[in-house]
């Protein structure tokens, strides 16, 4: 059996699942502490639905942890900057287009090194190991435990980000290390940028995990922890104090997830309503739909890989305005929908409300809105049918129709038919899609490099190599070596480079091996 958790603005979801078969869901609010909220949400599930502890074989946790401290530039560790480029690259330094509030909190400090490689693999310059040693003594007088090292198209040759580490870790055997190879695409800048994220956050890694572990002890699970990744699979325990960005953007795609699950369509849109926000997104076989370019997260742009998900200020919280026309949102009551909407006797007119009064939810008291003008109810109901529609209409890459799959708890403000869908799926446990999306998860590795075709190399090699890489990163992460397919394949000729270059990107997801898994956490926390 799975326990699968989601972190919301407004709710934590939980579930307890029995293979395919969801046994007990509960939806609470999310809290301040949210690390005390998953531990309020385990105790409730686990009590509700009475069953063994010692039968849970692994719990997935989708988290905002990570995403939050970015945005709000709280618990970042100091973070060493090395990009291996010179001569080339000095015109523009290291994080030269972060806010400020962000440099500040991370008080970076940035090194320009000789290194890098052209796009074919030929050297710039070659890598200065005294240069790397200087750069270890000055860190270890600063007290910097935890560095980012860049280097110029490292995703075609990562020789040097790696005999760059080993130089640093020989002088400073405790450093944090982040390659930028391991986390980020083609295009420097915003590669190294994920870079400095990724560092930046393994610090607050270290601790959330150890929360996380001991909160599951603290009600009695010994089961393995997995954190939701943000392309629809799970990394364990380990693999997220390394690489702890992969959960930027978890919770959508738990949700597409989820309802790819639940409504049994490996092909469509699906919108997920929360209580503060609108997620849409679009399912290709079963997984979410990836941004093909750059993305930003707390004004930095990256360009590791992320869902492609277009998202609103719309959900059951929303605040509504009457002048000087109808609108919903995007500001929200969060959290204090149960206290703040007129249906839970609050002095604020909210989504939730119009959707009781227009008979499509049975919340609180319906009796408390029934005094709402009825032109208003509509007008507040049309306008939220037609930006859940125009939304789907954006995500469609073609002139066919999608079909839709509404979850999310907010789902209910919106009518089981839109027009211009072919179909409209509200399925069972909609509520706790998100939730489910992360028990179900699997592990997943993928590849995104520039190849060089030549004669000595062939299309057929380079991708025979790729998926080969693609699943050994899936191995490494915690997937059952048996079990490993190759799910997607992408082949682009890149025509603005010289030479026949290539850019593959290679999705590979197995199955995990829970049994074996949980019997080792659990000789190790007898041994503790």
Known sequence: MRIGIDVGGTHTDAVLMDGTTVL????TATTLDVTGGIVAALEQLLT?????????????????????????????????????????????????????????ALQPSIHLCHGGHEFDGRPIAPLNPDELKRVAQELEAKEIGTVAISSVFSPVNAELEEAAADILLAELPHLHISLSHQI???????????????????????????????????????????????DGTLMDAEFTRRYPIRTFASGPTNSMRGAAFLADQLDCAVVDIGGTTTDVGVLAGGYPR??????????????????????????????????????????????????DALVFGGQILTASDLAVA????????????????????????EWMIQKVIDLVDRMRVSATPLPVVMVGG??????????????????KHYGVANAIGAAIGQIGGDV??????????????????????????????????GTVEVKEVDEVHVAYLPGNAVRVRVKAVGELDLTSRRNREEEQWASS
């Open 410 to 427: 907010g789902s209910v403000l919106i009518p089981p038919e839109l027009p211009g869908v072919p179909a409209v799926h509200r399925p």
């Open 184 to 230: 980020g695409r083609i295009g420097l800048l915003e590669r190294e940028n994920a870079t400095i994220v990724n560092a930046c956050l393994r610090n607050l890694a270290d601790d959330i995990v150890e929360a996380f572990t001991a909160a599951l002890h603290t009600v009695g699970v010994t089961a393995p922890l997995y954190l939701s990744q943000n």
């Open 24 to 27: 007990a869901s509960i939806k």
């Open 290 to 339: 990836q941004a093909s370019g750059e993305v930003e997260f707390g004004g930095v742009r990256v360009n590791f890989r992320m869902p492609d998900v277009l998202s609103f200020g719309l959900g059951g919280g929303s605040r509504v305005t009457r002048t000087p026309v109808v609108e919903v949102g995007p500001d929200s009551v969060g959290y204090q929908l149960t206290s």
């Open 358 to 381: 227009a008979g499509l939810a049975d919340i609180g008291d319906a009796s408390l809105v029934r005094h709402l003008d009825r032109n208003l109810v509509n007008r507040g109901i």
């Open 48 to 104: 509700e639905s009475g069953v063994d502890r010692s039968t849970i074989h692994g719990v997935m946790i989708g988290t905002t942890h990570f995403t939050n401290a970015l945005v709000t530039g709280r618990g970042l560790a100091r973070t060493a900057v090395v990009r291996l480029a010179l001569p080339a690259t000095a015109a523009l330094p290291p994080m030269v287009d972060w806010p400020e509030r962000l440099v500040g």
């Open 448 to 481: 995104d490099r520039l190849w060089a075709i030549t004669a000595s190399r062939t299309r057929e090699e380079v991708l025979e190599e790729a998926c080969a890489e693609a699943i050994d990163r899936a191995i490494s992460a915690g997937a059952a070596p």
